[in-house]
């Protein structure tokens, strides 16, 4: 029996030094938290390309071939489908990579970030079973500092309801389950998962991951961000 068609999306942005994980640069400067980036992008695309799914799409933005690992990143990109982000807000860039997907997958879209390197395909091949589930509507996977790591819709018009949710804040996690629910939108919760944003969330992520994470050793790589007062310094 064949699968019902649903498709995974990562919407995630090239990994270009002073432009990827700029909350990062303070720490590891903005190589290493570009390198930080590449390093997240490639265990997600991993993950990704080891579901069971019909469809996988990234949503790019931003120069790949000026990002670090480009070439690795590239070549994983070859089994996925890419298209590029359009809008001028992230809401709007989210609302219409779920339409895009959609009509790609003609089924549910699971959409994911680039910020999670400890996903893996059985983590998000649960995440797909929830959202074929008769009763379910959409699935909204939280993340520790309160804003959501995965989202998936089975309309892509649900995604609108982003239009009106401030993101990127402690609240964003609760304000978007709150905004679906108050549109008729039955939601099943995911496992919460740590996104890496800070150095002490780098660690933590890293902590969890074997030795074969791409993450883990650019960690390893790059060691531990520096005192106060100390300059970040290159390891690789």
């Known amino acids: 029996m064949s699968r019902p068609a649903a498709a995974v999306l990562v919407v995630a942005k090239a990994p270009v030094p002073g432009l990827a994980k ?6 590891f400067g903005a190589d290493g938290a570009a390198e930080l980036a590449a390093a997240a992008l490639l265990d997600t695309l991993t993950a990704v390309a080891a579901t069971d799914v019909t469809a996988r799409i990234v949503a790019l933005t931003g120069e790949l071939s000026s990002g670090r690992r480009s070439e690795e990143i590239g070549a994983l990109l070859a089994g996925f489908t890419v298209i590029p982000q359009r809008g001028d807000t992230f809401a709007e860039r989210l609302c219409a990579a779920h339409a895009d997907a959609a009509a790609l ?5 699971l959409q994911i970030g680039m910020d999670t390197p400890q996903i893996t395909a059985a983590l998000l091949g649960d995440a797909l079973a929830a ?3 008769p009763a379910v509507d959409a699935v909204l996977g939280p993340a520790t500092d309160g804003g959501w790591w995965a989202l998936g819709l089975t309309r892509p018009e649900q995604a609108r309801v982003l239009l009106g949710v401030p993101l990127s804040r402690s609240d964003t996690g609760e304000a978007t389950q ?3 629910r108050r549109a008729g939108t039955t939601v099943a919760r995911l496992p919460t998962l740590t996104d ?3 150095a002490q969330e780098v660690g933590l992520v890293a902590a969890v991951l074997g030795a074969d994470s791409h993450f883990r050793r650019a960690v390893d790589r790059i ?3 520096p005192g106060p007062g100390q300059s970040p310094v290159t390891r690789w």
């Open 196 to 198: 890496v944003d800070t």
């Open 22 to 27: 700029t909350r990062l640069a303070a720490s």
């Open 131 to 133: 959202l074929a589930r």
């Open 105 to 109: 997958a003609g089924g549910p879209v």
């Open 178 to 180: 709150a905004a679906l």
């Open 223 to 225: 060691g531990p961000p």
